[in-house]
Nanobody, 124 residues
Framework: QVQLVESGGGLVQAGGSLRLSCAASSRTFNFYTMAWFRQAPGKAREFGAFISQSGAVTRYAESVKGRFTISRDNAKNMVYLQMNSMKPEDTAVYFC?????????????????WGQGTQVTVSS
């Protein structure tokens, strides 16, 4: 089992950058595929990015590709989401998620563990 705690959210102007962090409490963190999802008001939760257990494989939603970068530090049990060139439509609560083992799925149903979320607001 793993507990996830996100941080780094806040208010940013369009075109600006934010870096989200997710701290995981697990002795076997390197066994988990990690992901970021987001949920805007009145909308369903949507996939943003995932990163494989070793960090060698990443995948992004089309809406964030080229602007967001997911990374992980297995020595520190941390996952990051660097968000650049941000847009007002990036405004959402961002969630860190984990699933044990490997997956290439972008479905939230695959991920078993979730953080509490961190609010990101992009002003125009």
């Amino acid at each position: 089992q793993v507990q996830l705690v996100e941080s780094g959210g806040g208010l940013v102007q369009a075109g600006g950058s934010l870096r989200l962090s997710c701290a995981a409490s697990s002795r076997t963190f390197n066994f988990y595929t990690m992901a970021w999802f987001r949920q805007a008001p009145g909308k369903a939760r949507e996939f943003g990015a995932f990163i494989s257990q070793s960090g060698a494989v990443t995948r992004y939603a089309e809406s964030v590709k080229g602007r967001f970068t997911i990374s992980r530090d297995n020595a520190k049990n941390m996952v990051y989401l660097q968000m650049n060139s941000m847009k007002p439509e990036d405004t959402a609560v961002y969630f860190c998620a984990a699933t044990h083992g490997s997956t290439s799925s972008t479905s939230s149903n695959v991920y078993d563990y979730w953080g509490q979320g961190t609010q990101v607001t992009v002003s125009s």
